[in-house]
């Protein structure tokens, strides 16, 4: 089989994939980065009376028309507390920000513009006719449509939704992803390790990919190398209702490497494998029903790479989040060799030149197995296939591993 290009890889894997339309309702506050599935309306109206926006003095602005009107206080209107009653000519009351403007008044002085007399204050500003009040539904109006379906929830949506008065959400269900690690040779974290056997880490990094992506995890733990077992936590999968099963390891064609045709015996079919593109060319894309199949490769740089470029924008597709915007260009720090027919994904710092020009400058060591390169690197720079060689100064793609660096 040829390789198959990165970018056509993506297309093939994507253009197969439906956002999930299940719905459930989750409470307020857990609300977060989940996604509506149906517009919000307000339940009523915000203010729900004419609010004083400050500290001071409700009145009628046409008893102060000039600095130095003198007032009667009658009354207090504070937040949850209002002033029963109307204010008449010559009248005033003492007000707080929030609290509700009686009746009669259509103005509020602030109180650092007010002068206190016996029984009263005394203006000493222009009013202006309004100031100082927030009318009622001055923010949103009862059955007003405020959030539309689709809206990605955050703190300001979460605010304005509570504000609306609604305690839950209609929501699309997130995406389940079930983690398959396999090999004889793998052991939990902190487990005492015989002489040829090796920590299964990749499952750790790829849940939190799928977290961020807005995914639940599935973990389906470690199995041997052995057909029957791959097969039973398939089925554990299966009738989890996973929407991608996730396999680590195991999916090439040597004689240990049983995952491909154990998933093919199973029912899967399968779309394609072997990718032009350097770490992670035995990556396996296929489907179980409805379900999406992607198998990793073992190696964790490779596995990791793989999981960014493929798995990460399948599972925000299902969620109906935006894809995240890794790709940058920056300038390389050192020449870069000319390329192979596989596309590279090499492991970089990134630092800002004096100029201020963001710099990217490549590990000298780019193994698939060194997960601690990868751990201090900031960015993948991106070698097309058969790029010729580019000298240092140059402009090059990057994929961002921490997007917030370049803001």
């Known amino acids: ?20 339309s299940d719905v459930e309702t989750v409470s307020l506050a857990d609300g977060d980065r989940r996604v509506l ?72 002085l ?28 001055q923010d949103f109006n009862e059955n007003e449509a405020v959030l539309a379906a689709g809206t990605v929830m955050d703190f300001t949506r979460l605010t304005v939704a509570a504000a609306m008065n609604h305690a839950s959400l209609d929501v699309l269900r997130k995406p389940i992803v079930a983690i398959l690690a396999t090999g004889d040779e793998l052991l939990t974290p902190g487990s005492d390790l015989g002489p040829s056997q090796i920590v299964a ?20 733990g470690i199995v041997p190398d052995d057909k029957v077992a791959i097969t039973a936590a398939v ?4 009738a989890a209702g996973a929407d991608v099963i996730v396999t680590l390891g195991g999916a090439s064609v040597g004689d240990h490497d049983l995952v491909q045709a154990t998933l093919v015996a199973a029912g899967m079919t399968l ?25 990793l490769p073992g190696n964790p740089v490779s596995s990791l790479v793989c999981a960014l470029l493929f798995l990460e924008p399948l599972v925000r597709k299902l969620a109906s989040l935006p894809p995240v915007k890794r790709d940058a260009m920056v300038e390389t720090a050192v020449s870069l060799a000319s390329n192979d027919q596989r596309q590279d994904y090499v492991r970089a710092k990134l630092a800002k030149s004096s100029s201020g020009m963001w710099l990217a400058e490549p590990f000298g060591k780019q193994d698939s197995s060194m997960m601690k390169v990868f751990a201090h690197a900031d960015c993948l720079i991106i070698r097309p296939p058969h790029a010729p060689q580019l000298p240092a100064g140059s402009p090059c793609p990057v994929m961002l591993l921490r997007p917030e660096l370049l803001g």
Do not use: C
């Open 235 to 238: 089925r554990r999968a299966q």
């Open 201 to 220: 880490s990749n499952t750790f990094g790829i849940g939190a990919l799928v977290h961020n992506a807005g995914g639940d995890v599935l973990d389906l």
């Open 271 to 295: 779309d394609f494998w072997k990718i032009a593109m350097r770490p992670g060319k035995p990556l396996m894309v296929g489907s179980l029903g409805s379900t999406h199949v992607l198998g």
């Open 37 to 108: 599935a149906a517009g919000l309306t307000a339940r009523l109206t915000q203010p729900p009376f004419n609010a004083s926006a400050m500290d001071g003095y409700a009145l009628r602005r046409e008893d102060a028309p000039e600095p130095g009107a003198e007032l009667k206080l009658i009354g207090t209107s504070a937040a949850g507390h209002a002033f029963d009653g109307t204010v008449g000519k010559g009248e005033t009351i003492r007000i707080f920000t929030g609290a509700p403007v009686p009746s009669g008044a259509d103005s509020v």
């Open 110 to 137: 602030l109180q650092e513009d007010a002068e206190k007399i016996d029984g009263g204050i005394r203006t000493k500003y222009p009013i202006r006719q309004g100031q100082h009040i927030r009318p009622r539904g």
């Open 1 to 20: 089989m040829n390789l198959l290009p990165v970018t056509e890889a993506q297309g093939r894997l994507l253009g197969h994939a439906k956002p999930i």
